[in-house]
């Protein structure tokens, strides 16, 4: 009877190191842990110090790309915003076709796809910008609406003077 009351007791004891039988071979296995243990015999402090230091640098350094990205994403909108905005402020900003009478709401935005369609087609270089030209291309605007067309981009250094009319400036190609 006294060999099973020593037993019971052994595996009591066992039982309450179980949790922490070959805890020090996997903390040597696991190459955080052994780094830690290591860095833990260079600098004095306990492996477990060492580890919370080094966790809260990584949980610092999340944190800060967290907040960059955020940030960052701001700075998108706010720009992607501000383009709307001066977009929004220059088709406002468009003169009617005719001092005289002003256009529907409609027409006008008719006649400003129209006029953008045309810029685009100048800027790839499929329409000379010239104003016969332009007027024989049926893009369907007057002849105001073409050279105020051809002026913004004049003023806006896409176009350039010619012999003849408008044109792209020439861009060189370094050798």
């Known amino acids: 009877m006294e060999a099973i009351n020593t037993l019971e007791k052994e595996l009591t004891v066992l039982l309450r190191k179980n949790s922490t039988?070959?805890?020090t071979a996997a903390r040597q296995q696991l190459s955080t842990?052994?780094?830690f243990i290591s860095i833990a015999g260079l600098s004095g402090f306990s492996s477990a110090t060492v580890a919370v230091i080094a966790y809260g640098a990584l949980a610092l350094l999340i944190e800060l790309c967290a907040l960059g990205t955020i940030s960052l994403a701001q700075v998108v909108k706010?720009?992607?915003h501000k383009i709307h905005e001066n977009v929004s402020a220059k088709t406002k900003q468009s003169k009617p076709v005719?001092?005289?009478t002003t256009l529907s709401g409609s027409l006008q935005s008719k006649i400003n796809h129209k006029k953008a369609r045309l810029r685009q087609a100048i800027i790839n270089g499929t329409v000379v910008p010239a104003i016969r030209k332009i007027k024989r291309s049926g893009y369907g605007l007057s002849?105001?609406?073409i050279r105020q067309v051809l002026q913004e981009l004049k003023s806006e250094g896409r176009l350039v003077e010619g012999k003849r009319h408008l044109q792209l400036p020439q861009t060189?190609?370094?050798e």
């Open 172 to 174: 060189t190609i370094a």
């Open 143 to 145: 002849e105001a609406n």
């Open 78 to 80: 706010a720009s992607h």
């Open 33 to 35: 842990s052994a780094f």
């Open 21 to 23: 039988v070959g805890l």
């Open 98 to 100: 005719n001092n005289k």
